[in-house]
């Protein structure tokens, strides 16, 4: 629309102000909506002065890296560094299964892996990179008083805000905008829908939707349950009036079940589809009962190690969105 051309239009100036002719910059994609659009509104700013980097931590749902990898890749023509770190963040985790722990572990992990792939870029280019871009939303500017630091009260609770670093001037080209602008502004850059309405999706990811140690057999089990799951409630066209669809894995737990002539010992997953406005309250959503069905018998046929589905009725309060 005409009102979101000219925001786009608005913004790239600022950009190319800001950076200046010369200036180069970098960053970091989470696979969420707000860095790839701040990161493809640079792109358009800056070009190829722009690199931008992806931390796989193995964590991510099905198909998740993929869509950055390819099609962030295709939409955009950003240049694109991905860092493979499946392997530190496991052997990190290995043994760990208290919840606090476990973030902790990652964000570490996380700002460890980033800065390294930040020092390559910054010596393969000397002297010239020096501006971070960041996804900042203006709730997130409001909510922290405004100040330069705009991230900084999320900074413990989001694997994606980095600490402050002196090195570079951040630039945050969304700091004006709701997320719904967010997302016009990200569809009118021609970024693909999947990425432009994902739902909201934790920093530490699968690692706490996993109850109990995260290890890689695990997360391919949550990530099979979780594919069927989204691609249900795809099919059934609820994406846009659900606000998050977390699928657990009780990793700990097992239960009998019984299956072609025999007695199976697997376990359970639990859907936690809720509906909400800001993730500060949330109602479970009331999902349809054939849409409940066909996930469920999904599940239980396509993932072996799987023999039961169980749906949360919890709000929040008193539960959180999330597990752990
Ligand atoms: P809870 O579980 O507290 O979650 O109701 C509220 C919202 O925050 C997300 N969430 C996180 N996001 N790092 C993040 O980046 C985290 O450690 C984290 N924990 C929860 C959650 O998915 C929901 O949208």
Redesign the pocket.
């Known amino acids: 629309t005409w009102t979101m051309v000219n925001i786009v239009e608005e913004q790239v100036e600022r950009i190319q102000q800001q950076i200046g002719p010369e200036g180069r910059a970098i960053c970091g994609l989470s696979g969420g909506v707000d860095s790839a659009v701040a990161a493809a509104l640079v792109q358009r700013a800056i070009g190829d002065r722009l690199t931008c980097v992806y931390v796989d931590h193995g964590l991510m749902r099905h198909g998740e890296t993929e869509q950055i990898e390819r099609d962030f890749v295709a939409a955009t023509g950003a240049d694109l560094v991905v860092v493979d770190a499946e392997k530190q963040f496991l052997e990190a985790l290995a043994g760990v299964s208290e919840p606090e722990a476990k ?1 902790k572990i990652i964000g570490r992990e996380f700002i460890r892996v980033f800065e390294g792939a930040e020092a390559d870029i910054v010596e393969r280019e000397p002297g010239k990179v020096g501006f971070l871009v960041q996804g900042t939303l203006y709730p997130d500017v409001v909510e922290s008083g405004g100040g330069a630091g705009a991230s900084n009260i999320k900074s413990h ?4 805000g980095l600490p402050e670093d002196l090195q570079f001037e951040l630039v945050e080209p969304l700091r004006t905008l709701f997320k719904d602008e967010v997302r016009l502004v990200g569809e009118q850059l021609g970024l693909p829908p999947e990425i432009v309405w994902r739902h ?5 990811g699968l690692g ?1 939707r996993i109850i109990g140690e995260v290890t890689r057999e695990r997360l391919d089990i949550l990530r099979a349950a979780d594919a069927i799951a989204r691609a249900e409630l795809t099919a059934a066209g609820l994406d846009r009036d659900i606000w ?1 669809f977390p699928v657990v894995l009780l990793a700990d737990v097992r239960s009998v079940g019984v299956q072609g002539d025999g007695r199976t010992y697997g376990h359970p997953v639990v859907l936690r589809p809720v509906t909400s406005e800001d ?1 500060m309250t ?1 109602d479970w959503a009331r999902l349809p009962y054939d849409v409940l069905e066909r996930i469920s018998t999904r599940i239980t046929n396509e993932v072996p190690e799987v023999n039961r589905v169980a749906v949360d009725i919890t709000s ?1 309060p008193p539960g ?3 597990w752990e």
């Open positions: 973030r609770h989001n694997v994606g909201p999706f934790p920093g530490p706490i998050q993730a949330a929040k959180t969105i999330e």
